[in-house]
């Protein structure tokens, strides 16, 4: 499978804890996103990168979130102190972005992480 | 800033009917529209889309045009089955590289 992957896809957690979420993206793409579902709700951006480089930032984001991508490969999405209002799914999207015909805007997602803070 | 605007759920119809979920948008420039589905217990899956005025997009018989005079991107299948339930989403590609998304439509599709 050469999909974007995520991992746990499911995470209970109690108020207070810290977790951390991983996604895989596919292994050509340059560019990483990561978005948050609620119930009912589309996907809202929260940041992304470019290779190892975290470009924007969503004012989502608090500064509890945190994000890296080491060496441009597989992305982390730790959150510290999870709140009640940090449950959602947490999904992550790749692209690629460059130069030639196969640069494109399209992003694909990974099945999500679904986060549930008691 | 750019935003999107579909058609309130859900939607429920009889196999075999007609479908228009209706998807209207706000943007600086022209950007990419996009229709993603994300059937039961599974993720986001890509549609359907298109790049510029008057492209249609299609796939698995939906069908899309994207109209600048009326900044709409209406999705529309001629004869949906009971496999096509699912939340529908509209989305535009932000100058900002991310995607905006409208709030989905269910559709539910009775046998």
């Known amino acids: 499978d050469t999909g974007v992957s995520q991992n746990p896809r499911h995470k209970i957690t109690k108020r207070g804890q810290n977790v951390t979420f991983r996604c895989d993206p596919i292994?050509?793409?340059?560019?990483l996103y990561w978005y948050r579902q609620t119930l009912g709700q589309g996907p809202e951006f929260l940041t992304y990168?470019?290779?190892?480089?975290?470009?924007?930032k969503s004012r989502l984001l608090s500064d509890r979130f945190s994000a890296e991508r080491p060496k441009g490969s597989f992305s982390t999405l730790e959150i510290q102190r999870t709140e009640q209002g940090d449950s959602a799914m947490y999904l992550c999207?790749?692209?690629?972005?460059?130069?030639?015909?196969?640069?494109?805007?399209?992003?694909?997602f990974g099945p999500g992480t679904r986060l549930t803070v008691l | 800033g750019d935003s999107v605007t579909q058609m309130e759920g859900p939607v429920t119809l009889s196999e075999e009917a007609f479908l228009t979920i209706n998807c209207t948008y706000t943007?600086?420039?022209?950007?990419?529209l996009f229709w993603y589905v994300q059937y039961p217990g599974e993720g986001l899956q890509l549609l359907l889309k298109?790049?510029?005025?008057?492209d249609k997009g299609s796939n698995k018989g939906f069908e899309a045009t994207y109209r600048k005079e009326t900044t709409s991107f209406h999705l529309e299948k001629g004869s949906v089955q009971v496999s096509d339930s699912a939340v529908y989403f509209c989305?535009?590609?932000?100058?900002?590289?991310?995607?905006?998304f409208g709030s989905g439509t269910r559709l539910s599709i009775r046998p």
């Open positions: 999207a790749s692209s690629f972005q460059g130069a030639g015909p196969s640069s494109t805007d399209t992003q694909y």
């Open positions: 292994s050509e793409h340059n560019r």
């Open positions: 990168f470019q290779n190892e480089a975290q470009l924007e």
């Open positions: 943007a600086t420039g022209y950007p990419s």
């Open positions: 298109a790049t510029k005025a008057d």
């Open positions: 989305a535009l590609y932000s100058s900002a590289s991310k995607i905006i």
